[in-house]
């Protein structure tokens, strides 16, 4: 736990910094982004340790996605209708189960802490997720790459 609370706070003194900076020089001013790339950057502190399988990333990251994905899963049975009773309970909570147990545990079974999440190579990939994500949200070329570096920042 006391490596979580580490990477946590450097992570937010280093996106309290980074926020500051950005507004300061006028990249990014407004006060919706800047409390999402605070978020973005200080959540990226800690992705590093998602492959502790005991760890609070594990379960805050791995939980968090289950419930979107059985939120996406909901949402499309509720939006296409007519389903039957089965499919509109058990689509979300096949999708939770699956999500949880089958692909975290493939997660910790092919992860062990301390290796591939804590490489230059794996802050990249993150960091380029990142930028396309925001490219796909149409966000714009100089906002992407604020993300994109953010996140990078905060991974490191």
Same mark, same amino acid.
């Given at each position: 736990?006391?490596?979580?609370?580490?990477?946590?706070?450097?992570?937010?003194?280093?996106?309290?910094?980074?926020?500051?900076? *950005?507004?300061?020089?006028?990249?990014?001013?407004?006060?919706?982004?800047?409390?999402?790339?605070?978020?973005?950057?200080?959540?990226?502190?800690?992705?590093?340790?998602?492959?502790?399988?005991?760890?609070?990333?594990?379960?805050?990251?791995?939980?968090?996605?289950?419930?979107?994905?059985?939120?996406?899963?909901?949402?499309?049975? *509720?939006?296409?209708p007519?389903?039957?009773?089965?499919? *509109?309970?058990?689509?979300?909570?096949?999708?939770?189960?699956?999500?949880?147990?089958?692909?975290?545990?493939?997660?910790?079974?092919?992860t062990?802490?301390?290796?591939?999440?804590?490489s230059?190579?794996?802050?990249?990939?993150?960091?380029?997720?990142?930028?396309?994500?925001?490219?796909?949200?149409?966000?714009?070329?100089?906002?992407? *790459?604020?993300?994109?570096?953010?996140?990078?920042?905060?991974?490191?």
């Open positions: 736990m006391a490596s979580f609370r580490e990477h946590i706070t450097v992570g937010a003194l280093i996106a309290a910094v980074g926020v500051v900076l *950005l507004y300061f020089y006028a990249i990014v001013t407004d006060p919706f982004l800047l409390v999402i790339l605070f978020a973005v950057t200080a959540i990226a502190s800690f992705l590093p340790d998602l492959d502790s399988d005991t760890g609070v990333p594990f379960y805050l990251i791995f939980g968090t996605f289950t419930l979107v994905c059985s939120g996406v899963a909901l949402y499309y049975v *509720l939006t296409h007519p389903q039957p009773l089965y499919i *509109l309970i058990g689509a979300p909570t096949a999708t939770f189960f699956v999500v949880w147990f089958v692909c975290g545990e493939m997660f910790k079974r092919f062990r802490h301390r290796g591939m999440l804590h230059l190579p794996a802050m990249a990939i993150v960091g380029l997720l990142v930028y396309l994500a925001a490219k796909y949200l149409e966000q714009g070329e100089t906002l992407s *790459l604020v993300f994109a570096v953010a996140t990078a920042v905060g991974y490191v």
